[in-house]
C-alpha cells in the first residue's frame, strides 16, 4: 500500500529556493513512477514533473530549468527542488505515484502548501 506524505512548503519571497520532499510508507517505492502537481487557488490542478521508476524525468516547460525532481529509493522518498521562485508558483504541490507510465496516478498525498510573495 502506498501513503505518501508531503513536506518542505512555506512562505518565501520572489526569488528564493525551497525543497519538497514526499515519504511513502509501502514497500514498492522503487518501482512506483512518482509525479509532482500542484493546485493554485481557482485552478486546476496541473503537472509540475515527473520521475520513472527508472530515473527518467520530465517538466512542465513553466518550471523547466528552475525545478530539478529526484528520488532516494533507500529512503522511500521523492524530491522537487524548486529555485528562482516566482509568485506564480503559489499553490498546494502533491505528489503522486503510479504503477506505471501507462497507468494513472493512483495514489496521491495531502498536499503542501508553497506561498511566494514578491
Known amino acids: 500500500q502506498v501513503q505518501l506524505v508531503e513536506s518542505g512548503g512555506g512562505s518565501v519571497q520572489a526569488g528564493d529556493s525551497l525543497r519538497l520532499s514526499c515519504v511513502d510508507s509501502?514497500?514498492?517505492?522503487?518501482?512506483?513512477?512518482m509525479g509532482w502537481f500542484r493546485q493554485a487557488p481557482g485552478k486546476e490542478r496541473e503537472f509540475v514533473a515527473r520521475m520513472s521508476n527508472v530515473g527518467t524525468t520530465y517538466y512542465a516547460d513553466i518550471v523547466k530549468g528552475r525545478f530539478t525532481i529526484s528520488r532516494d529509493n533507500a529512503k522511500n522518498t521523492i524530491y522537487l527542488q524548486m529555485n528562482s521562485l516566482k509568485p506564480e508558483d503559489t499553490a498546494v504541490y502533491y505528489c503522486?505515484?503510479?504503477?506505471?507510465?501507462?497507468?494513472?496516478?493512483?495514489?496521491w498525498g495531502q498536499g503542501t502548501q508553497v506561498t511566494v510573495s514578491s
Open positions: 509501502g514497500r514498492s517505492f522503487s518501482t512506483y513512477n
Open positions: 503522486a505515484a503510479r504503477r506505471s507510465s501507462l497507468s494513472t496516478y493512483d495514489y
